[in-house]
């Protein structure tokens, strides 16, 4: 038998060595293709996954999924339906600690798919105690169960009854930010498989299959939420938000299985259990790297800027361009589809275009594109639910392009080793800009007066230029991303490896980063319990009208 070698962390044979090799991209005998194809459907697990996580955990995040029933049937107000993608989230920032987990805590011999699994169980759980909630009656009467009288409030408690739901909701998506750990963990390790001129063909590939659970998701959810409750058309339609709820239940199930029988997780290195005191050494030197203290701030500062929307967009949506479910599926579906062509066309000729210089242009065009569209949707230049879905289509593939941007840079960043941490420490950051987005959309949103439902209604000169003045003034704060961006990130990734080398290490960066972590962490759980408590939603640092 050949003489084992052992190295930081990694116990090999040396018929494994060769495999090694792929950390200086070189050449290895392991050819992740050969087993990752088209040809073995029965090893595409983890591309699968990408569908089923997309189903379920994108309707948290994804205007089309959420509208119908916080927006429309609950009516909750504009700056607690804002703050629902942070609310949902808010055990997302957890992930740092299932990476600990999946890169010391192997669970019979794998690092990966059987944390996959485990999320599918937690959301199990939680899709199916859903289920047995009370359903609360709609905010405004529906007469004859076909018209929508905006004139009689049935239900004033709607909003707060529907809390429930975001309650248990969060934990199911708990679950699922467990399974997305640990298979962007799984695509991180694909990704160090594969030769240089293909980098970045996994979370490619991973962002299509994602595409396509989302395509199911607007389906799914433009036929049954259609009924006049949830701002549709279809009068006698039987299905509730409950049900659609069962569906994710099921979904849940596949999951569990596709990630214990389906999922391939390439054995490159044959890791032993490694202690967590170990891992927090290791992480912690690695966090001494200017260049990852930068990435992090990056994770932070972009999306908090960025993804701020003003409280009147969806009210805008409601009230004025009109928007029903199915029309907003079918749109869902044409933008997916989109997605999907850009994803591919980015895959064939943009994998080694500057980071740089593909996001600053993406960004840009979307908040013109966004700007146009609002501007004459607001003046009543043309009211139109069909022009108002222009936002969307224009947008989506600079949408899934930028994003694809940060989540290569963030596969690039991890060590070997350490991927499962760093990716869920950097997703746990971009989580706690999530809470941060929305104040600062809120907050540049709450001298305009724009969360209810009675400026819109009204529709005067003077509200359409205080709804438009919330536009604008978060599109400014939008565009203020893109200095840091430019300013912190790297061009591309030669340009990371030779930033660890010369802009060196700082502990005392190290600690400062550690400490404003975990002040950031503090913030989103108390922001987000906030928001959830009848008593303090209507705060202004929340986006209220002020208690």
Same mark, same amino acid.
């Given at each position: 038998m ?5 190295f930081?962390?990694v116990?090999?044979t ?10 200086n991209?070189?050449?290895?005998? %392991?050819?992740?293709?050969? $087993?990752?194809? @088209?040809?073995k459907?029965?090893?595409?697990g983890?591309?699968y ?10 309707m948290?995040?994804?205007? =089309?999924a ?13 700056h607690?339906?804002?703050a629902?993608?942070s609310?949902f989230?808010? %055990? ?6 299932w ?13 990966r ?6 999320g @599918?169980?937690v959301?199990i759980?939680?899709?199916?105690a859903a289920? %047995?909630l009370p ?11 076909c018209?929508v #009288?905006r004139?009689?409030?049935?239900n004033?408690?709607?909003?707060t ?6 309650a248990?909701m969060? =934990?199911?998506?708990?679950?699922? !930010?467990?399974?997305d ?7 991180v390790?694909?990704?160090k498989?594969?030769?240089?001129? $293909?980098?970045?063909k996994?979370?490619?590939f ?12 607007f389906l799914?959810? !433009?036929l ?13 339609l039987?299905f509730?938000?409950? $049900? ?6 099921l ?17 490159k ?13 290791n992480? @912690?030197?690695?966090?001494?790297l200017?260049?990852?203290?930068r990435?992090?701030?990056?994770f932070?500062?972009?999306p908090a800027?960025? #993804? ?5 967009i ?5 009230? @004025? ?10 749109n ?5 589809? /989109?997605?999907?062509?850009g ?8 994998l080694?275009?500057?980071?740089r210089k ?8 979307? =908040?013109g594109?966004?700007?146009? =569209?609002e501007?004459v949707?607001?003046?009543d230049?043309?009211?139109s639910?069909?022009?108002y ?5 224009l947008?989506?593939v ?13 596969a ?6 350490l991927e499962?941490?760093? %990716? ?9 800009s999530g ?18 439902d ?10 359409r230029?205080m ?12 565009l203020?991303?893109?200095p ?11 340009? /990371?490896a030779s930033?660890k080398e ?14 404003c972590f975990c002040?950031?962490?503090?913030f989103?759980?108390?922001f987000?319990?906030l928001?959830?408590v ?5 705060l202004?640092?929340l ?5």
């Amino acid at each position: 038998m050949s003489p084992e070698k052992t190295f930081e962390g990694v116990t090999t044979t040396d018929n494994r060595i060769e495999q090694l090799k792929v950390k200086n991209n070189e050449e290895a005998p %392991f050819e992740l293709y050969d $087993h990752v194809t @088209w040809r073995k459907p029965q090893n595409l697990g983890l591309f699968y996954d990408k569908v089923l996580q997309a189903f379920t955990h994108k309707m948290t995040y994804i205007k =089309v999924a959420t509208y119908p029933f916080f927006g429309v049937y609950l009516n909750l107000p504009g700056h607690m339906y804002a703050a629902l993608t942070s609310i949902f989230q808010m %055990f997302w920032s957890l992930k740092f600690f299932w990476g600990f987990l999946s890169d010391s805590r192997p669970i019979r011999g794998k690092n990966r798919i059987y944390y996959m699994a485990l999320g @599918w169980l937690v959301s199990i759980f939680g899709y199916g105690a859903a289920c %047995f909630l009370p359903y609360p009656e709609p905010y405004y009467a529906v007469d004859n169960n076909c018209f929508v #009288n905006r004139t009689l409030v049935s239900n004033p408690d709607a909003p707060t009854s529907g809390m429930l739901y975001i309650a248990v909701m969060t =934990v199911s998506v708990f679950g699922v !930010g467990i399974t997305d750990l640990a298979s962007d963990a799984l695509v991180v390790d694909y990704i160090k498989l594969e030769p240089p001129k $293909h980098r970045g063909k996994a979370n490619i590939f991973a962002s299509i299959f994602s595409t396509i659970g989302a395509i199911i998701l607007f389906l799914i959810m !433009g036929l049954m939420l259609n009924s006049p409750a949830y701002g549709g058309q279809f009068c006698d339609l039987p299905f509730t938000f409950q $049900h659609v709820l069962f569906i994710f239940f099921l979904v849940s199930v596949l999951g569990l299985l596709n990630s214990s029988f389906l999922t391939l997780e390439p054995e490159k290195v044959n890791r032993v259990r490694t202690s967590l005191s170990t891992i927090v050494m290791n992480f @912690w030197d690695f966090m001494q790297l200017r260049v990852f203290q930068r990435c992090a701030l990056i994770f932070v500062l972009v999306p908090a800027l960025f #993804n701020a929307k003003s409280s009147a967009i969806v009210k805008i949506r409601k009230n @004025w361009a009109k928007v029903d479910p199915v029309m907003g599926s079918l749109n869902g579906v044409a933008m997916a589809f /989109l997605v999907v062509i850009g994803m591919f066309i980015t895959q064939k000729y943009f994998l080694n275009v500057s980071w740089r210089k593909f996001f600053c242009i993406t960004k840009v065009y979307i =908040v013109g594109v966004a700007l146009v =569209v609002e501007s004459v949707t607001i003046f009543d230049i043309l009211r139109s639910q069909y022009f108002y879905f222009a936002e969307d289509l224009l947008s989506s593939v600079a949408y899934a392009v930028s994003f694809f941007i940060m989540l290569q840079l963030a596969a690039e960043i991890s060590e070997e080793g350490l991927e499962a941490l760093t %990716f869920g420490m950097l997703m746990t950051n971009w989580t706690i800009s999530g809470s941060f987005s929305v104040i600062i959309g809120n907050l540049l949103s709450a001298p305009f007066n724009v969360i209810n439902d009675d400026r819109y209604l009204s529709d005067t000169l003077e509200d359409r230029w205080m709804v438009f003045g919330s536009v604008f003034c978060v599109s400014c704060a939008n565009l203020a991303s893109l200095p840091i961006f430019l300013w912190l990130c790297p061009k591309d990734r030669e340009d /990371l490896a030779s930033q660890k080398e010369k802009l060196g290490r700082s502990k005392f960066q190290a600690k400062l980063y550690v400490i404003c972590f975990c002040i950031g962490y503090a913030f989103i759980f108390v922001f987000n319990v906030l928001i959830m408590v009848p008593s303090t939603q209507c705060l202004q640092v929340l986006g209220g009208n002020g208690c």
